[in-house]
């Protein structure tokens, strides 16, 4: 024969080690830059600070919450004509203790005549 010598087990040897280097390294490249922010405001986003309006605080919101709410281009007024959260399906409405409401896809305090890229019409 050709001096080959074929087996299963090395055959299944090969395929676990080089999945183990695949996954390995997947994993390193996934995990590498998490640290970047951990020690608070570091990154250049500042929290805005609370004022008179309790719509406008954000203190309570992870860097992460904050990242949502800007991907998702919410804004405090909404440039759409007849689309705001306050007619959103996604709104949630404020309590009688709270002047803002809220937003199913986001933490944080919510202007009812505010807007974001995911507006529903609400349905009756």
């Given at each position: 024969?050709?001096?080959?010598?074929?087996?299963?087990?090395k055959f299944?040897?090969?395929?676990?080690?080089?999945?183990?280097v695949?996954?390995?390294?997947?994993?390193?490249?996934n995990?590498?830059?998490?640290?970047?922010s951990?020690s608070?405001?570091?990154?250049?986003?500042?929290?805005?600070?609370?004022?008179?309006?309790?719509?406008?605080?954000?203190?309570?919101?992870?860097?992460?919450?904050?990242k949502?709410?800007?991907s998702?281009?919410?804004?405090?007024?909404?440039?759409?004509?007849?689309?705001?959260?306050?007619?959103c399906?996604?709104?949630?409405?404020?309590?009688?203790?709270?002047?803002?409401g809220?937003?199913?896809?986001f933490k944080?305090?919510?202007?009812?005549?505010g807007?974001?890229?995911?507006?529903a019409a609400?349905?009756?």
């Amino acid at each position: 024969m050709g001096g080959k010598d074929y087996s299963r087990r090395k055959f299944i040897n090969k395929c676990f080690s080089s999945g183990s280097v695949l996954l390995g390294s997947v994993l390193f490249l996934n995990c590498r830059g998490t640290n970047e922010s951990s020690s608070g405001n570091e990154s250049g986003h500042k929290k805005p600070s609370i004022s008179d309006d309790p719509c406008n605080d954000l203190t309570s919101l992870s860097d992460g919450e904050l990242k949502k709410r800007q991907s998702l281009g919410y804004v405090k007024q909404s440039t759409v004509p007849d689309n705001s959260c306050g007619n959103c399906a996604l709104y949630i409405p404020a309590k009688s203790e709270k002047k803002c409401g809220g937003c199913i896809l986001f933490k944080g305090p919510v202007y009812i005549e505010g807007h974001c890229v995911q507006w529903a019409a609400v349905t009756a």
